[in-house]
């Protein structure tokens, strides 16, 4: 029985089949697992326009997919940067912003380009300086996908590399031999796919001390329950370096900006600050969503300007905010650092939230407060979980439906109490 007489479902007995349908359904299939790759990339790129992956606490997209696919880390990781090269990135303050590779992703969901040679390209288009004008970007990406239809990875990564010679003939810049004279260099910049980033070169002796201070910071979480930190070591540096950041620039001995403490400076427009709408601006950086905003002035160091209709300035507000140190004192007795189930970050890595916000006139008092640290200070922001001080004066957080229908309220239980 040929296997197109099969009824629906009955296995295909293979031997049966002439050599030629073997070749031409292998082929059928690859392109069908292609396409349905191409379609899962565009329903995870969704996902994380929409912020749905940190509604399960999850810190990146790799993370995500380390999770929900069982994959390793490395395979989460090409993964996501294949997401993230190839759809739109989130919107922020205005148009979402271009893929890094437009005319790849239209080839990927043709079915006519794989995994690895998606890698290829991509690889090549992230070296390309963004000085380069971007038609020639995409000339020189329509040449690697139409190379691609034809040729694997390797020979993709060679013509690549000649690629890269005629858009940046100068290429890098010679090595340092002697790293001992070193001069420290440091850039922010803005990517590509409109993350912004920093470049730079240490001494020897920053080098030493900066990762010193942070080793300990990224170590992975304790195992709870059978799970363990799903963040590759990059991302627990990156993690451990955001919250060095914020810890340094608390510190009253550091210098400031015309005499006053470091400080940042946020506007939005009073309309959008009452109704939760619209985008604030961020001094420094640009546009920044306003719940973004809120997450910075719940215990930081902000600034906040609200503007009238006509961009007038209405208020300046307090640049500290009103948690006081016998309440932070307070906070580190009852919850001992975060406060969220199953995190053990230490009370330095914390910040005080407002259960109700601050912008709902919630008052800065003991039981309207709770500890916690980076990434679950941006989940309770970003998602459906809620917190609240139960009878006994403890904080506890009640999950999203979708994760738990029972509404049952959980409590950390990490963090010893004498």
Not at 340 to 359: E, N, Q
Not at 366 to 395: F, M, Y
């Amino acid at each position: 029985m040929a296997s197109n007489d099969a009824p629906p479902g009955t296995p295909t007995e293979w031997w049966r089949v002439d050599t030629a349908t073997l070749h031409a359904r292998k082929q059928e299939l690859e392109i069908l697992k292609r396409r349905a790759d191409a379609e899962q990339n565009a329903i995870l790129a969704e996902i994380n326009s929409r912020g749905v992956r940190g509604c399960s606490g999850h810190s990146t997209l790799a993370a995500l997919i380390f999770e929900d696919f069982l994959v390793t880390d490395k395979e989460a990781s090409a993964r996501a940067d294949r997401v993230l090269a190839l759809h739109p990135g989130p919107a922020i303050g205005g148009d979402p912003e271009p893929p890094l590779a437009p005319l790849t992703a239209q080839a990927a969901a043709e079915g006519a380009i794989g995994g690895g040679q998606i890698d290829a390209i991509i690889r090549t288009l992230a070296r390309i300086p963004s000085t380069v004008p971007e038609d020639d970007v995409r000339a020189g990406e329509a040449i690697l996908v139409e190379l691609a239809r034809r040729a694997g990875p390797r020979q993709i990564a060679r013509a690549g590399r000649r690629l890269l010679d005629e858009l940046d003939p100068d290429g890098k810049e010679p090595r340092n031999e002697d790293p001992k004279d070193t001069r420290p260099e440091l850039r922010f910049v803005k990517h590509r796919d409109g993350t912004l980033g920093l470049k730079g070169t240490l001494d020897l002796e920053t080098y030493a001390r900066l990762k010193s201070d942070l080793d300990p910071m990224a170590k992975p979480h304790k195992v709870i329950d059978g799970v363990r930190d799903s963040r590759t070591q990059d991302e627990r540096y990156g993690d451990a370096f955001t919250d060095y950041v914020r810890l340094k620039t608390t510190s009253r001995n550091l210098p400031g900006q015309a005499g006053e403490a470091t400080h940042i400076l946020v506007t939005m427009s009073y309309d959008d600050l009452i109704n939760d709408l619209g985008e604030a601006h961020l001094d420094l950086v640009g546009p920044i969503s306003a719940t973004d905003a809120r997450i910075l002035a719940c215990d930081a160091r902000v600034r906040p300007g609200v503007l009238g209709t006509a961009g007038e300035p209405l208020d300046i507000g307090r640049s500290k905010r009103t948690v006081s140190l016998a309440q932070k004192y307070a906070l580190t007795i009852r919850d001992g650092g975060c406060a969220f189930p199953g995190c053990d970050m230490p009370v330095p890595r914390c910040t005080a939230h407002h259960i109700v916000f601050w912008r709902h006139h919630g008052e800065t008092k003991i039981d309207n407060l709770v500890l916690l640290c980076t990434k679950h200070h941006r989940l309770i922001h970003h998602s459906e979980w809620k917190v609240q001080i139960a009878q006994d004066g403890l904080p506890e957080f009640t999950p999203p439906a979708y994760l738990d229908p029972t509404g049952r309220p959980r409590r950390n239980t990490m963090h010893l109490r004498t």
